[in-house]
């Protein structure tokens, strides 16, 4: 088969490779019939992961086809059309039965494998581990692009934004970073009921589209960005700041831009230390939260896919066949440039 392979840091080729086999009982093997790329691909490619070892297969998010089945497998059969997360469940262990799967103890504590681990998803065949409870069925009726971003981006936004920062009801919330993840989080606070949802970012191609996923106000990042999110709420602050870039300057504006007792939630994924100013900070009354998605609210994503309730194929601006992936690369990282949000790779 043709698979998307990492070649050690700036390499990357679609190379034939060995067709996957069943290795466990537990396992299953998709055909591959929607993907995309994630940032995370990005830094694995700039040498950032250094988990990932030259010839591994990237990408972690896929809906996809069962072919075939391992002999402990009773609840998927050939045919199954199926949403593979990023996040892989045992379903046994400690954190898997507390409801943690990110940090899953049956492959190295930590439930990001594919793409990282193991080899991933942007490929014509993947062995899927820990199938039965890691996969989730696809709703009849339902496009691949309606639920593809389920596998990582969604429910990222959900838990790590919307419920590790207790969004409210008519909550005022600020999100910097309106990237594919800010915009998942725009998206999933609305639905949980956000009042007034304010996006910031550096660009303003992005605050445009932050608008068609339920930002009701945008402010330009920069100098005057505090300022200004103050003034939309008459100076006491945000209920909550979700932080979706990573960088520290952006956690530190959300820091200060939280009112007292609100909620600072972090989803971007840092590369550098950041100063906490507790010298202010701790008088506030503030919580900070982080975290890695454990993909316990898809069942409730798909459910609002399914009924219409959330348009998820709104992240997909750009169509690609899967054997373009390397052209798809090079447009998801000049994303800028392309007005690009996230990628879809058709098999
Ligand atoms: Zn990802
Ligand atoms: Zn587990």
Redesign the pocket.
């Known amino acids: 088969m043709k698979a998307l392979v990492f070649g050690g840091p700036g390499q990357r080729s679609w190379d034939d490779v060995d067709d996957p086999g069943i290795q466990d009982p537990t396992d299953v093997i998709v055909k591959v019939d929607t993907t995309t790329i994630c940032g995370t691909d990005l830094h694995i490619l700039k040498g950032d992961v250094p988990a990932v070892t030259e010839g591994r297969i990237l990408g972690h998010e896929a809906v996809g086809t069962v072919v075939e089945t391992g002999a402990a497998v009773s609840s998927l059969k050939q045919g199954d059309r199926v949403l593979v997360p990023a996040i892989t469940?045992?379903?046994?262990?400690g954190?898997?039965k507390a409801g943690m799967?990110a940090h899953?103890?049956?492959v190295g504590g930590i439930?990001w494998i594919f793409g990282h681990l193991i080899d991933g998803v942007q490929a014509q065949y993947a062995r899927v581990p820990?199938a039965e409870t890691s996969v989730h069925h696809v709703p009849e009726g339902v496009s691949d692009e309606q639920v593809l971003f389920l596998a990582d981006i969604l429910p990222t936004g959900y838990e790590i934004g919307v419920q590790n920062g207790r969004v409210r009801p008519g909550d005022t919330i600020a999100v910097v970073g309106a990237g594919p993840v800010g915009l998942a989080a725009m998206m999933t606070a609305a639905i949980a009921g956000a009042g007034r949802i304010i996006a910031v970012d550096m660009a303003t191609s992005r605050l445009r589209h932050a608008e068609r996923f339920g930002a009701t106000h945008t402010v330009l990042g920069g100098e005057n960005a505090e300022q200004e999110i103050l003034a939309i709420t008459d100076g006491a602050g945000v209920d909550v700041a979700m932080e979706a870039v990573g960088v520290p300057a952006t956690f530190d504006l959300c820091t200060r831009v939280v009112r007292a007792g609100g909620t600072v939630a972090n989803i971007g994924v840092h590369g550098a230390p950041t100063t906490l100013h507790l010298e202010e900070l701790w008088i506030k009354n503030i919580t900070i939260t982080t975290g890695l998605v454990s993909g316990t609210t898809i069942p409730t994503l798909l459910k609002l896919a399914r009924d219409g309730k959330m348009e998820a194929e709104k992240l997909g601006t750009h169509d690609f066949a899967l054997d373009q992936i390397e052209e798809a690369y090079d447009v998801f990282a000049a994303a800028g440039e392309h007005d690009a949000l996230k990628v879809v790779l058709r098999a």
Do not use: L
């Open positions: 469940s045992c379903g046994r262990c954190p898997c799967a899953c103890d049956a439930g820990y």
